[in-house]
């Protein structure tokens, strides 16, 4: 008998323990002697940290959790995930990180970035810092500057690490990113058929975020295998578009609600698989740096870094492809970004027949009375087979 086809569930089950200790298992990895790097914001190219020798682990915020210190040096009027992870900063709960990456892919990740560089030159036991500011316009003018800016990232995590990167560890490293992006393709498309929901793909795209690409890719492999054969999720077919979601209690309250979310467009899912890199690119460091480079260079299309009909055609085709009942636009309050890009979405959707909501400025954790009123007319006509 296959030990995975007799547990059913037992990867998700896993998956969703891991989700709610991230940051706990990394410090137990560090207490054993592995190097952890913490990163902000989706431009840090994992594959990096893993060919410097160390685990990555992606920053995230906690539900109810923000220092009136960290406000006080961030301001009141930013995105309440920054709060939440500079105050783990500050608390000194991160202090067992080699050092943390800051992404520029947002406003947020960039105010973090200058505040923890302050604190770090005065607190010793904080992790030292490093941005990482990659540009996503079309340009070779921009590619160019995004080489040299994962070059630099290199001879830092080097410097951390006490490991170099090499060609060797580079490409081995850029081959299990790969692998394990293949693979969550595979668990979206088990989504899309309503065998994985939208808050259990959450925790598996996770797991690529804060475990070593072999670890992620063994519990990835296990809930394919497992979810293969389960009976469909019913409920309306919902795209999420708008704020990263870094949690899943948003989600969690909409699948309380009776959608199924077959898609996103934020960076904590779908998003991370425009990533695509060839691992046999070259032969030497330089030239994969470059590949790396470019693989993340053209990434995306994010709220914060690219165009408003670009990231438009990219949700509507996605939401399309997933023959979805609606779109629901959620954006938190200071996170305007995806906002903006709302007009041209909704312009786009009414042409394919596909209904949408916006809720804009939104509190963190979501407001469970205004998800249920912008949900219950779609609902409705699901239960009533018009949907």
Known sequence: MNPAKANPGEALEAASELYARRVERAREEAAAGRTVVGFVGADVPRELIVAA????????????????????????????????????????????????????????????????????????SLPPVHLVDLLHLRRESSLEYDRREVHRFAKTLSNWTGR?????????????????????????????????????????????????????????NRALLEQADTAEIDGLRVFFSGSGQDTDTIYACLEALGAHIVGEDHDWGQLRLTVSCDPSASDHVEGLLDELARAYHRSGPAAATSAMAERARWTVDQARFAGVGMVLCFTRAFDDAPAWDYPPQRELLAEADIPSVLLSRQPADGSPQQLERALAPFLERTTAGQL
């Open 164 to 220: 170099e990167v090499s060609a060797e560890t580079l490409r081995e490293a850029m081959r299990g990113c790969s692998e394990l992006r293949e693979r969550l393709g595979k668990a979206q498309k088990l989504r899309r058929e309503g065998r994985l929901t939208g808050s259990q793909s959450l925790h598996l795209f996770a797991a690529a975020e804060s475990l070593h690409p072999r670890d992620a890719l063994k519990l990835v």
């Open 53 to 124: 020798g160390a685990i990555p682990l992606r920053l995230h915020s906690r539900p109810g959790f923000a220092s009136g210190d960290a406000k006080d040096l961030l301001g009141e009027a930013i995105d309440p995930v920054a709060h939440s992870i500079l105050g783990q900063i500050l608390a000194g709960e991160l202090d067992f990180l080699a050092g943390i990456a800051f992404s520029r892919d947002s406003s947020a990740s960039l105010q973090q970035f200058y505040v923890a560089r302050q604190l770090a030159s005065r607190r010793p």
